[in-house]
């Protein structure tokens, strides 16, 4: 598993200010692209803004130009993409930099400090487990890999008989053969289930002939089959090192595989007149109240606004004062503008799937039902 070596390298640097620290969930679209983006200008505007001298300022500054430099890099897949996470440690008076990816999403986060931030990373490689059960029609084993181990689980033989008559006696023979193979698997079921049971939070990634995969999850209970994140193609009897990396990479597509799932799931829900808003107007009624729970803009969406420098408020009509405070309020591009606000009250943003031929251009998941008035300000 990922950065056994990357933290203890991490931890050895002397501490040194300012030391910039990024954490960052690597979205595979247009619209996440945008959102890490305007998280870490936004931040880096901040931390900038609080340096307690010009020469911090500075060196701040420098720094921010070398992550957001690697950030477009990541984002046009000039440095390899097969992560889910990315953490970026960056001091400019040590000359240091250092990109960590990980195969779990982190929370975005940015910390000035005097040494690297680290919590993130030691909670990722603490939580970095994964049950995996190979199975085949005569042997099983179930390894639990971690943060850069293996560890065996449990083994399971069975081995049938070889028989060579023909007629009534091969055909009983082969029954019984089946019979021994269902036994067989009932019996890693059980063991698989006892290991997964221990902690439930551990994903299980299967593994085998995809027709003994197909027939094994049978005798899975239906909790354990729900911890099942992807079956994968694999040869038992190959090296454990190739067999590992296997599974890393099809855990990897699973979870991406289940989050595009979990969006496709959010974004019904979003186009509900319940638990979703639907267009520029009701979306910015949402954000205004802090109610956005995860923000959807299509890649073409475009709109003209207006932002109060007082309270942040947005809406598309521009009045002659905030509707809100009486503040003065400016013109601005609304796509910016919203999906910075969704991410300070602590909402997601993600791109509107080009499949999905919507005039409203962006929608958006409520935390609660909005059960006020919604109109243009």
């Known amino acids: 598993m990922p950065f056994t070596r990357e933290l203890r390298e991490l931890e050895s640097v002397s501490p040194t200010h300012p030391f910039l620290s990024v954490y960052?969930?690597?979205?595979?679209?247009?619209?996440?692209?945008?959102?890490m983006r305007v998280f870490v200008r936004s931040r880096l505007r901040q931390a900038q803004g609080e340096a307690p001298s010009a020469r911090d300022r500075t060196l701040l500054e420098t720094d921010?130009?070398?992550?957001?430099?690697?950030?477009?890099?990541?984002?046009?897949a000039r440095v390899e993409r097969r992560s889910l996470g990315l953490a970026l440690f960056a001091c400019a008076r040590q000359k240091f930099f250092q990109a960590v990816g990980s195969p779990m999403s982190f929370d975005n986060t940015l910390v000035v400090s005097d040494r690297p931030f680290l919590e993130p990373l030691r909670a990722e490689e603490n939580a970095q487990r994964v049950l995996?059960?190979?199975?085949?029609?005569?042997?099983?084993?179930?390894l639990e890999i971690g943060a850069g181990t293996v560890r065996a689980q449990a083994e399971i033989q069975s081995s049938p008989r070889v028989h060579h008559q023909g007629g009534w006696s091969h055909m009983r023979f082969q029954r019984h053969v089946d019979d021994?193979?269902?036994?067989?698997?009932?019996?890693v079921a059980v063991a698989l289930t006892h290991l997964s049971d221990r902690d439930p939070r551990v994903p299980v990634v299967l593994g085998g002939p995809e027709p003994v995969i197909s027939a094994f999850r049978a005798h899975l209970p239906d909790r354990i089959a729900q911890r099942v994140v992807i079956g994968l193609p694999v040869a038992l009897k190959g090296q454990e090192r190739d067999i590992v990396e296997r599974i890393l990479e099809g855990f990897v597509q699973g979870e991406e595989e289940r989050h595009e799932r979990?969006?496709?799931?959010?974004?019904?829900?979003?186009?509900?007149p319940v638990r979703g808003a639907r267009g520029t107007d009701?979306?910015?009624?949402?954000?205004?109240?802090?109610?956005?729970?995860?923000?959807?803009?299509?890649?073409?969406?475009?709109?003209?606004?207006?932002?109060?420098g007082s309270c942040?408020?947005?809406?598309t009509n521009v009045p002659l004062a905030c509707p809100f405070c009486r503040g003065t309020v400016g013109t601005m591009d609304v796509r910016p503008e919203l999906i910075s606000k969704v991410l300070a009250s602590g909402g997601e943003v993600s791109a509107l799937p080009v499949q999905r031929h919507l005039q409203h251009g962006v929608v958006a998941l409520l935390r609660h039902p909005m059960h006020a008035a919604r109109h243009a300000f």
């Open 282 to 308: 009701e979306v910015l009624h949402a954000a205004n109240t802090h109610a956005v729970r995860r923000l959807f803009v299509a890649a073409q969406y475009e709109a003209r606004g207006w932002r109060c």
């Open 262 to 272: 979990e969006l496709e799931r959010q974004i019904e829900e979003a186009l509900s």
């Open 180 to 187: 021994q193979i269902e036994h067989h698997q009932r019996e």
């Open 24 to 35: 960052l969930d690597v979205g595979h679209n247009e619209a996440s692209s945008e959102a």
């Open 132 to 142: 995996a059960c190979l199975v085949d029609s005569r042997s099983a084993r179930i």
């Open 312 to 315: 942040g408020a947005l809406g």
């Open 64 to 76: 921010g130009r070398h992550v957001l430099a690697y950030l477009e890099d990541v984002i046009h």
